[in-house]
């Protein structure tokens, strides 16, 4: 166990085994939080699932994965890891930007 949370310090670049928890934390209350985001926006939007997966899917991209990425924001900067989340997140859509664009990570 030592050994996999010495590599999320290594691999996330911070400082403390505290830091690498209070991260695991974030990740954990943004995913929860995010299910009841989905819930909630869906029985607005009143889509159920008997609606085909296609439109499900396409809501869920347009409305649930931003509202993820912002509770990401939110939660990083209440619990003071704000710097690791802003930094995770630049990488990340660097990530997802370099799937459409077709270039890899190092020509960037």
Excluded at 53 to 82: D, E, K, N
């Amino acid at each position: 166990m030592n050994r996999l949370l010495d590599k999320l310090m290594k691999r996330w670049e911070v400082e403390s085994l505290w830091q690498v928890g209070v991260i695991l934390v974030v990740f954990a209350l943004t995913g929860m939080t995010t299910l009841y985001v989905n819930e909630w926006l869906f029985g607005l939007l009143g889509i159920s699932d008997e609606d085909p997966f296609w439109l499900r899917t396409l809501f869920w991209l347009l409305l649930v994965l931003p509202a993820y990425q912002v509770l990401f924001l939110a939660y990083g900067f209440l619990l003071g890891q704000f710097r690791f989340v802003w930094r995770f997140e630049k990488k990340s859509f660097r990530k997802l930007t370099s799937l459409f664009t077709g270039r890899r990570r190092d020509e960037q």
